[in-house]
């Protein structure tokens, strides 16, 4: 007959760290213990004379904070004996301050029962003592351990049917680590996963005791753990492991997981049955000794795992403290309360967009701040330099290399530990782009680090997973230089020591504006399993197995996170001034018509949101301005006819460019309509929106948009409505929907319609060169790799014959995104020889974009765009 749990929460096996211990019970003494005893009525009386000097000594250095906040609700008549985890006076004397609080009956008076079972004169038990010694099956050649307390109990109630004590466990934490404490002195004696000492003990008192929590759980029935018919021995053991698991489980929730086992999670990582396979396949690869295949192991286990250190991290928070407060103006985050709401009982996986090296610091910094426990955070190796990679680990980093292709060993231990991190309850963060954006747009989702997590949670679904996007907006980026100088086509420099060392009082003179933290929608694993593999049937997935559903579903989260990510965007007033600026050819605008663009792009937000999400910034467009000119992105000239703003210089223009796309997604519907009316005055409604039609999917991949095709069409369609609203556009005739037509000459209306459109024009010219290049090779001629290199190159001289263009516009990444997203429209398709073929459906689409292209820049293309041979013959340009 199988056991049933007896307390009112789930019994789950013991955490792989939180092995149960051995325990003894003697059903002898238990039987002696167990005498006639008589439901007493518990009359109040007084507590020991030691109790009550000891609590007024006590009282002045506690202040508790009790969950739930009327415990005192749990009586109900019958007797109650309360339940710690760890034995100690300190522990006593803080359950009975809680009880007095909350009206309940003192832990330090007898139970209120003839005879008194547990012969103490107290009513509490604790499962184990402070440094006591292990527990041998013996109980009679050893130390009593509690386990007999509760034997005395169980079997009291064998005895006496009459009899019904309820059993409270109780847990008590003093000064809960991810609190914001009074120093980092605190921090050295707050609650953690460790047993510790009664001098210590006391000075977590002395200093962390007035942030005390007791929570009481609800009481459960000895009676009714009787009456389940095991024999006694059994009884009291699995009465005790239920209550170690249910302790293991408060404590994880309330301070979060064991973060002080790296040797001992090492150690895991390398006894796990697929690590060992693969130190057996590297010996036998290598002809080498198994123990010299294991210490390989072992040393990739050591470079990768974290080693999380809480007076570390509160040292960093002071730090970090400081550091903000001199580089920012300030660190918004919006959407914190939903996520809280979402994450109880998940194991939750951060997944933020990657644009600087400070977003895991801010990240982890916000959560301890807000009283969340800090992430364990997959990092590039790149970064495990000397001191400041011990510092990160020490903060939770753990570290894996670019690459694991030809390193099997590595690949199965890395593996591993994620495996034993998403087992063990670990909050996660990782970066799915692999790297950050130089660009300012979301790179295109890497899943292996979501292929990991997914396939750790089926190996061992225990704890539901929840992603959660991260969506972190800069106005002024800390590493703006070195990004400038990679998107003019320069190596990005290698990390080292000297280069941050050397930077940090050029950081400190600048002020780099605000930054916004937004909570993205979260996502379940459990949905996406359910959407995307819904043969799944909960049961485990052993490891070598490999479900035909994985690969679809890991790609639809990674591409649902990214999407969720974009709908919690924040529009910050450096986004709104590069949207504006960047549309001219010398970036600048009278100050009327800067005001009347940022007014313009504002009303579009607010009046057709992208999401519920999306935060924008509440300032007026003076005041952007202002704070333009504050951080140093915009110039003033001065001018009798009119004060013109300018970005500061051609290097600032480009980082602008940074800026813009960050938001660029907002705003598609509404440059897609303006791009439609570039180099046209007049189109059909119905034209505007079947163009949209067949552009979205590029769009979408490329952005990742969050509609589908009906939606962007509807969203189009309010659009165009807006436009005829505020006299961008005029319907001159309603039949079969319209014709829609812009102001003749250069008027205000214009000039605006082209700043918004100016934004997707260069995307539009960019698919279009795609297309040239392909239309002039003909079908059977490129494969997919030279046309991205081709493209690339046409790109490049396109740009240096006009107007300098943004830097993702010759990104090979963009070209090959758009390549692919043509073959699974199958739009084109390779032959036997992986060449790409084609129909007239492209050269339908061809024709389409010469309906928004002018004549001379689709000239240009065309007789820029290269043929396979001639590139062949002549050396590539220079990146």
């Known amino acids: ?27 002898e003494a238990a039987t002696t213990a167990a005498a006639a005893l ?26 508790l904070r009790i969950e739930p906040e009327n415990p005192g609700e749990l009586a109900d008549g019958r007797p109650l004996c309360y339940v710690l985890e760890d034995y100690g006076l300190s522990n006593a004397l803080i359950l009975d301050r809680a009880c007095r609080d909350a009206g309940l009956p003192s832990p330090l008076m007898p139970l209120p029962v003839a005879g008194d079972p547990l012969g103490r004169k107290r009513a509490y038990v604790a499962l184990s003592r402070r440094n006591a010694g292990p527990l041998v099956p013996d109980a009679g050649a050893a130390k009593s351990t509690h386990s007999g307390s509760l034997a005395k109990l169980l079997q009291a109630h064998r005895h006496r049917p009459e009899l ?155 730090l970090l403290s400081h550091v903000w407060n001199r580089i920012y103006d300030g660190v918004l985050v919006h959407h914190l309360d939903r996520f809280k709401q979402a994450a109880p009982g998940h194991e939750v996986v951060y997944v933020p967009c990657h644009r600087s090296h400070m977003d895991y610091l801010l990240l982890s910094y916000l959560l301890y701040e807000r009283g969340i426990v800090p992430p364990h955070i997959a990092a590039g190796i790149n970064l495990n330099l000397p001191v400041i990679g011990t510092f990160l680990r020490k903060g ?100 080292s020591i000297w280069a941050l060392l050397w930077s940090i009082p050029k950081v400190l003179r600048q002020n780099y504006g605000q930054v916004v933290v937004n909570f993205g929608e979260p996502i379940p694993l459990s949905d996406a399993l359910a959407r995307h593999a819904p043969e799944w049937n909960g049961h485990a997935v ?16 990674a591409n649902q996170i990214q999407v969720n990510i974009n709908r919690a965007a924040d529009v910050n007033p450096i986004n709104l001034l590069a949207l504006a600026l960047l549309s001219t050819p010398k970036h600048a605008m009278g100050e009327a018509d800067l005001i009347a663009q940022i007014e313009l792009s504002k009303m579009l937000l607010a009046e057709l ?24 992105v915009l110039r003033r000239v001065k001018h009798p006819l009119g004060d013109v703003l300018s970005v500061v210089d051609d290097d600032t223009a480009v980082l602008m460019s940074y800026y813009r796309n960050n938001v660029l997604h907002l705003f598609t519907a509404s440059a897609w309509i303006a791009c439609c009316f570039q180099n046209n005055r007049r189109m059909s409604r119905t034209g505007v929106l079947r163009l949209g039609r067949g552009l979205y999917p590029f769009l979408q991949d490329e952005l990742f948009l969050p509609w589908s095709e009906d939606e962007f069409v509807e969203r189009m369609d309010l659009t165009i409505g807006l436009f005829i609203r505020e006299g961008l556009l005029q319907l001159i005739n309603e039949d079969d929907g319209g014709i829609l037509a812009r102001n003749a000459g250069q008027t205000d209306e214009v000039f605006r319609l082209r700043a918004i459109g100016h934004s997707l024009q260069q995307a539009f010219e960019r698919y279009y060169i795609a297309i040239s290049v392909l239309v002039k090779n003909g079908p059977g001629k490129l494969g997919a790799a030279e046309l991205e290199s081709l493209c690339q190159q046409a790109a490049q001289r396109l740009s240096l014959l006009y107007a300098p263009a943004a830097p993702e516009f010759f990104d090979k990444t963009l070209f090959r995104g758009f390549i692919r997203k043509m073959r699974d429209m199958r739009l084109v398709w390779p032959d036997q020889n992986s060449k790409l073929l084609f129909d007239e459906r492209l050269d339908a689409w061809a024709r389409d974009a010469k309906a928004i292209l002018g004549r001379e820049l689709r000239h240009t293309i065309e007789r820029v765009s290269p043929e396979a041979a001639v590139v062949e013959a002549e050396p590539a340009p220079q990146e």
């Open 396 to 495: 939770g980093a753990f570290f894996m290399r670019r690459s694991f292709r030809g390193n099997p060993l590595y690949s199965a231990v890395f593996t591993e530990y994620v495996s034993q991190l998403v087992a063990g309850g670990y909050s996660l963060e990782y970066f799915i782009e692999g790297g950050r954006s130089r660009t300012g747009r979301l790179l295109p989702p890497k899943g292996g680090m979501i292929s990991m997590t997914v396939r750790a949670f089926l190996r061992q679904p225990r704890k539901p997973v929840l992603f959660q996007p991260v969506y972190i907006g800069y106005e002024k980026l800390l590493e703006g230089s070195s990004y400038l100088d990679e998107l003019s086509g320069r190596p990005k420099e290698k990390e």
């Open 542 to 557: 052993g490891e070598e197995d490999k479900p035909a559903w994985l690969s679809d579903t890991v790609d639809a989260l």
């Open 609 to 632: 949101p992208y999401s519920e999400l999306v935060t924008v910034t509440p300032h007026t467009p003076e005041r952007i301005i202002a704070h333009g000119e504050e951080i140093n």
């Open 164 to 318: 019904d004590v309820q059993l409270v466990p109780v847990s008590i934490f003093v000064g809960r680590a991810p609190d914001r404490q009074s120093g980092w002195f605190s921090v050295l004696f707050s609650e953690n996963w460790a047993i510790v000492g009664r001098f210590r003990r006391l000075l977590a008192i002395l200093l962390n005791g007035r942030g005390t929590i007791v929570r009481f759980a609800p009481p459960v029935s000895l009676r009714e753990a009787v009456g389940e018919g095991l024999d006694p021995e059994r009884t009291v053991r699995k009465l005790s492991r239920v209550l170690r698991t249910h302790f293991h489980r408060i404590r994880e929730a309330v301070i979060g997981p064991d973060l002080s086992t790296r040797r001992l999670l090492v150690d895991q990582v390398l006894a796990a049955e697929p690590v060992r396979e693969a130190i057996a396949a590297q010996a036998k690869r290598d002809n080498i000794k198994s123990e010299d295949a294991w210490k390989k192991a072992h040393a990739y286990a050591w470079e990768i795992a974290a080693d999380y250190s809480n007076p570390v991290v509160r040292s960093a928070s002071f």
């Open 1 to 27: 007959m199988p056991e049933q749990n007896p307390l009112p929460f789930p019994d789950p096996p013991a955490p792989p760290s939180q092995a149960p211990k051995a325990e003894t019970t003697s059903s």
């Open 38 to 63: 008589t439901t007493l009525p518990g009359k109040p009386g007084k507590r020991p004379l030691w109790a009550r000097l000891l609590s007024k000594l006590a009282d002045p250095w506690l202040g």
